[in-house]
Nanobody
Framework: QVQLVESGGGLVQAGGSLRLSCAASGRTFGSYAMGWFRQAPGKEREFVAAITRSGLTTKYADSVKGRFTISRDNAKNTAYLQMNSLKPEDTAVYYC?????????????????WGQGTQVTVSS
């Protein structure tokens, strides 16, 4: 089992940047592929990015490709989401998630563990 805690959200102007962190408890972080999802008010949770256990392969939603970068540091039990060129439509609660079986999945049902979320608000 792994527990996930996100941090790094906040209020930023359009065009700005934020880096989200997802700290995992336990010694098995490297056994899980990781993903980031987001949910805006009144909308369904949507896939943002995913990364394999090794960190060598990543996958992005078309809406963030070229602007966001997912990474991980297995020695620090932490995953990251670097968000650049932020837009008002990126405003949402961002969640990190871990999956033991479906690396690079864009489906939230494939993830076993979730953090509590961190709010990102982008003003125009």
């Amino acid at each position: 089992q792994v527990q996930l805690v996100e941090s790094g959200g906040g209020l930023v102007q359009a065009g700005g940047s934020l880096r989200l962190s997802c700290a995992a408890s336990g010694r098995t972080f490297g056994s899980y592929a990781m993903g980031w999802f987001r949910q805006a008010p009144g909308k369904e949770r949507e896939f943002v990015a995913a990364i394999t256990r090794s960190g060598l392969t990543t996958k992005y939603a078309d809406s963030v490709k070229g602007r966001f970068t997912i990474s991980r540091d297995n020695a620090k039990n932490t995953a990251y989401l670097q968000m650049n060129s932020l837009k008002p439509e990126d405003t949402a609660v961002y969640y990190c998630a871990a999956t033991g079986t479906r690396a690079l999945s864009g489906e939230y049902q494939d993830y076993d563990y979730w953090g509590q979320g961190t709010q990102v608000t982008v003003s125009s």
